[in-house]
């Protein structure tokens, strides 16, 4: 038997375990995964300095290395994630709602985990610890496969996971990995029917792509985050420039950050030199239009492709429109529906880029960078859905579950 058949095989087993074990079991492997990612940060380290060497061999962009490092400071935030997930209400068991028939059936919905649970995406070594986190909170198994970028930090992670997991009483196969990185092997998972009940991907286009195009399970799409600002004519101009350099530098490589900027031409001629010169002084290459160029010279030309691009890097592309009107319709033609943002003071501006605006999270007057998990109050979060089935946005524990009904009755037959 192979690895990945031996795993899903490992996982499929373990998942109906998994269904009775109880919130005390659950929250208790949680804090030992927490306390033993903590005790063991070094050694995760020293398998993380692998790859980024291997990475900076590849000739990875420095904005793609910087997702792939992991510090103390930063696998202590991951274990806080975790002890974030443990405090959260279990959502497994909760009866969603219940009503009474004339015939005197009484039918109920209760939240049930999906099943087994795979995920495949990319050089973010923290995915392996969200995924585990939220899969066992909802008493889900997991099969994850990391790329090749970050194999050796994914494996340290999955074994002081799997060690801390099962001492707590967690079944073998709750926490899976596959350490076969080979693209046939992420096909082949795509398409194990009988095994996988939910695949997530997260990653660039590309693998969204080859996930939706391939996949014969059940798919959560989540897409990339091609993001923009729009600072209406009537916005706050000092609240706009920290927005947006929050939005576009606080962590360029992530799928919230904002990779174009909408300025109303009302404000053109004042706005536009302000925040081009705070994102210059950011080390931000900048991709504008002729009408912003006739303002500000001193930037690269963009072409429509820089509309559609979500560069996970310090690049901004920039367009000069007419209103918010003019915003919205530019917005829904080049985003990807992950994350947009105005800034304005105007009300009725505010409520119509909220209405017609087609995102998972639509902002007035806050950067893009809050669509996230952890922000939303959610502890993590296993994906950001930009599908409208079954879930949409930062995807947290009642995303992870599915609906059984339970019917009560007193002999009842059908007539």
């Known amino acids: 038997m192979d690895e990945l058949l031996e795993k899903c095989t490992l996982a499929r087993d373990a998942g109906y375990k998994m269904a009775s074990v109880g919130t005390i079991v659950k929250d208790n492997a949680l804090e030992a995964i927490a306390n033993a990612l903590e005790e063991k940060a070094e050694e995760i380290i020293s398998a993380n300095k692998t790859d980024i060497e291997n990475a900076r061999k590849n000739g990875t962009r420095q904005a793609m290395i910087d997702r792939l490092t992991l510090t103390k400071e930063r696998i ?24 009474k028939r004339p015939n005197g059936l009484i039918i109920g919905q209760k939240r049930v985990p999906m099943g087994v649970i795979a995920i495949i ?23 994850l496969r990391g790329g090749s970028e970050a194999i050796n930090s994914n494996k340290a992670i999955m ?18 990995i596959i350490e076969d990185t080979s693209r046939e092997t992420a096909t082949r998972l795509m398409q194990m029917n009988g095994y996988i009940d939910l695949l997530i991907p997260r990653g660039g286009k590309g693998l969204i792509r080859s996930v939706v195009e391939n996949a014969t399970v059940p798919v959560v799409e989540t897409a990339a985050g091609n993001c923009h600002v729009y600072v209406d004519g009537d916005a706050d101009m000092d609240m706009a420039v920290k927005i947006v350099l929050n939005a576009k530098v606080q962590r360029p490589s992530v799928c919230n950050a904002a ?68 915003a ?21 501006h505010s409520q119509r880029f909220l209405n017609e605006v087609d995102a998972a999270a639509v902002y007035v007057n806050a950067s893009t960078r ?13 994906g950001i859905s930009t599908q409208k089935m079954h879930a949409r946005g930062p995807m947290g524990l009642e995303a992870l579950t599915s609906i059984k009904y339970i019917i009560y009755g007193d002999g009842q037959i059908r007539e």
């Open 76 to 99: 202590a935030g991951i274990a806080e994630g975790v002890r974030q997930v443990k405090a959260l209400s279990d959502p497994i068991g909760e009866v969603v709602k219940m009503w």
């Open 121 to 143: 995406y990319e050089a973010r070594p923290n995915v392996t610890v969200d995924a585990a986190a939220l899969c066992l909170k909802t008493s889900n198994v997991c099969v």
């Open 159 to 176: 074994k002081i996971m799997q060690d801390a997991a099962y001492g707590a009483g967690l079944p073998v196969g709750a926490l899976n």
């Open 259 to 326: 990779e174009t900027l909408l300025v109303d031409k009302k404000i053109a001629d004042e706005f536009i030199p302000v925040i081009f010169n705070a994102l210059k002084e950011k080390n931000v290459e900048i991709r504008a239009d002729k009408a912003a160029k006739d303002i500000f010279a001193d930037v690269s030309d963009a072409s429509d492709e820089d509309y559609y691009t979500e560069y996970n890097d310090y690049i901004i592309a920039v367009k000069v429109v007419d209103g918010v009107g003019e």
């Open 328 to 348: 919205i319709e530019h917005i829904n033609k080049y985003n990807t529906k992950h994350s947009e943002a105005i800034v304005t003071n105007n009300y009725e």
């Open 370 to 382: 809050f669509t996230d998990g952890f922000e939303f109050g959610f502890g993590a979060e296993i």
